[in-house]
């Protein structure tokens, strides 16, 4: 499925660095101290500085305008001034920003630093993502959250008053303790501070957490009996998208709500299949290579072997059949859905005729709707989202002649006409 040259690149810069580990991550983040933190970012600038070796090896394109940066973790926040601005001065000797840049910044409230707050616009910073996951100090606390719901408020005020205004909260259905009760608590909290995103996640139970370890073990600690249900958790997340909806916080992807125009570039590349590179430990990247096609690069989640250069990056090309996978179930997260016709320009008449009878089962069944000449999931759909993307996906080993077919990229020489290669 060859794509079209690309113009604008997101980044993401990986700081797996915490004060406390919270029980439900399963994020390649942890407790390190100040001297691990300096050799990081000695590490990082430097990776950063190879980018363009780097991609060449892939035979990827490697955009040199940006429009998204997003620092995520761990906590971002814990890096200095100084530390912050060696980053930011490696990308810009490699990398155009545009003038309107989205540059977000994760923090966990209570831990960002005066400094780096009041040095945020001087930086470019002009998005910040608050972990809170809770308003209610019971369950932020038995998950190992070191914030209060006050700690949140005054956080919000800081932001804004350092002159941040564009403000996202992530909060988590189903931490222990939660009831239908206190998650309306924590939904009204984030509706009335008036932030212009907001982000909800269902609990994961698996096996990277320590809660979802022992949630899978049959265990007692971190609080496991007092994680809500299955179905209690999945009324929660129907509640948020009721709430977010009436108080006009329009969800424009499965976990994403925002306020109008207030989406978050960065989070859309990636369900858009749009070029972004990401720097530093477990982070990956998804370019367009020069035979119009793609390749996904990940780095290792050991710190260690991130530090030692130990640890080579995982390069896989995407097939013109992982492509139309990730077509449509990166595309059926967003609100707006898939293109039908679109698809089929790119796949084919044949392929996508393959696709008919299990859109026409979902479509049965509720969990799909078609509006014009695109087919979206319904709410239902979100709950269910991963089987409704196994069926599609089960469609697609006898298909592959037919979408290898479709997928003839363009030559080298078409995207250096095109502008992506000097």
Same mark, same amino acid.
């Given at each position: 499925?060859?794509?079209?040259?690309?113009?604008?690149?997101?980044?993401?810069?990986?700081?797996?660095?915490?004060?406390?580990?919270?029980?439900?991550?399963?994020?390649?983040?942890?407790? *390190?101290?100040?001297?691990?933190?300096?050799?990081? =970012?000695?590490?990082?600038?430097?990776?950063?500085?190879?980018?363009?070796?780097?991609?060449?090896?892939?035979?990827?394109?490697?955009?040199?305008?940006?429009?998204?940066?997003?620092?995520?973790?761990?906590?971002?926040?814990?890096?200095?001034?100084?530390?912050?601005?060696?980053?930011?001065?490696?990308?810009?000797? =490699?990398?155009?920003?545009?003038?309107?840049?989205?540059?977000?910044?994760?923090?966990?409230?209570? %831990?960002?630093?005066?400094?780096?707050?009041?040095?945020?616009?001087?930086?470019?910073?002009?998005?910040?993502?608050?972990?809170?996951?809770?308003? =209610?100090?019971?369950?932020?606390?038995?998950?190992?959250?070191?914030?209060?719901?006050?700690?949140?408020?005054?956080?919000?005020?800081?932001?804004?008053?350092?002159?941040?205004?564009?403000?996202?909260?992530?909060?988590?259905?189903? $931490?222990?303790? %939660?009831?239908?009760?206190?998650?309306? !608590?924590?939904?009204?909290?984030?509706?009335?501070?008036?932030?212009?995103?907001?982000?909800?996640?269902?609990?994961?139970?698996?096996?990277?957490?320590? $809660?979802?370890?022992?949630?899978?073990?049959?265990?007692?600690?971190?609080?496991?009996?007092?994680?809500?249900?299955?179905?209690?958790?999945?009324?929660?997340?129907?509640?948020?998208?009721?709430?977010?909806?009436?108080? +006009?916080?329009?969800?424009?992807?499965?976990?994403?709500?925002?306020?109008?125009?207030?989406?978050?570039?960065?989070?859309?590349? *990636?369900?858009?299949?749009?070029?972004?590179?990401?720097?530093?430990?477990?982070?990956? +990247?998804?370019?367009?290579?020069?035979?119009?096609?793609?390749?996904?690069?990940?780095?290792?989640?050991?710190? !260690?072997? *991130?530090?030692?250069?130990?640890?080579?990056?995982?390069?896989?090309?995407?097939?013109?059949?992982?492509?139309?996978?990730?077509?449509?179930?990166?595309?059926?997260?967003?609100?707006?859905?898939?293109?039908?016709?679109?698809?089929?320009?790119?796949?084919?008449?044949?392929?996508?005729?393959?696709?008919?009878?299990?859109?026409?089962?979902?479509?049965?069944?509720?969990?799909? !709707?078609?509006?014009?000449?695109?087919?979206?999931? !319904?709410?239902?759909?979100?709950?269910?989202?991963?089987?409704?993307?196994?069926?599609?996906?089960?469609?697609?080993?006898?298909?592959?002649?037919?979408?290898?077919?479709?997928?003839?990229?363009?030559?080298?020489?078409?995207?250096?006409?095109?502008?992506?290669?000097?």
């Amino acid at each position: 499925m060859p794509i079209s040259a690309p113009t604008t690149l997101g980044i993401y810069v990986s700081i797996p660095f915490c004060r406390a580990k919270c029980s439900y991550c399963n994020f390649a983040s942890g407790v *390190y101290g100040n001297e691990r933190l300096a050799e990081y =970012v000695n590490r990082l600038t430097a990776e950063i500085r190879s980018s363009s070796r780097r991609a060449a090896g892939w035979l990827a394109a490697l955009p040199e305008n940006v429009d998204s940066v997003y620092f995520g973790g761990g906590t971002p926040s814990l890096l200095s001034v100084e530390q912050m601005q060696r980053i930011l001065e490696a990308l810009q000797e =490699v990398f155009s920003f545009a003038p309107q840049t989205e540059m977000t910044l994760e923090c966990a409230p209570g %831990q960002l630093s005066d400094s780096l707050l009041q040095a945020l616009p001087r930086l470019g910073i002009n998005r910040v993502s608050l972990g809170v996951q809770s308003f =209610v100090d019971r369950e932020a606390a038995a998950v190992g959250r070191l914030h209060t719901g006050a700690v949140v408020l005054a956080e919000i005020a800081r932001l804004r008053g350092a002159g941040i205004d564009e403000i996202n909260v992530d909060l988590i259905a189903g $931490l222990p303790h %939660q009831t239908m009760a206190s998650w309306r !608590t924590s939904l009204e909290a984030a509706i009335a501070t008036g932030v212009s995103h907001l982000s909800v996640y269902m609990l994961d139970v698996d096996e990277d957490s320590r $809660l979802g370890r022992e949630m899978l073990a049959g265990g007692a600690r971190y609080g496991v009996g007092l994680v809500p249900r299955e179905a209690t958790i999945a009324d929660m997340y129907g509640e948020a998208c009721e709430r977010f909806s009436q108080a +006009s916080i329009a969800q424009y992807e499965i976990s994403n709500f925002a306020r109008t125009g207030h989406e978050s570039r960065h989070n859309l590349k *990636y369900w858009t299949r749009q070029p972004y590179v990401g720097f530093g430990l477990d982070a990956h +990247s998804f370019l367009h290579t020069c035979d119009g096609n793609a390749v996904r690069v990940g780095t290792t989640d050991d710190l !260690t072997k *991130y530090l030692d250069h130990s640890a080579r990056e995982t390069v896989t090309s995407v097939s013109a059949a992982e492509a139309i996978e990730e077509a449509w179930f990166l595309g059926l997260r967003l609100s707006a859905g898939v293109s039908l016709l679109a698809m089929e320009q790119n796949i084919g008449h044949t392929a996508m005729r393959a696709f008919q009878p299990v859109l026409g089962v979902c479509e049965q069944e509720g969990l799909l !709707t078609r509006d014009g000449d695109s087919v979206r999931l !319904t709410q239902p759909g979100r709950l269910f989202a991963n089987e409704v993307f196994a069926r599609f996906l089960s469609v697609l080993p006898a298909q592959e002649d037919f979408i290898r077919q479709a997928s003839a990229g363009p030559k080298l020489q078409d995207l250096k006409n095109q502008g992506v290669f000097a």
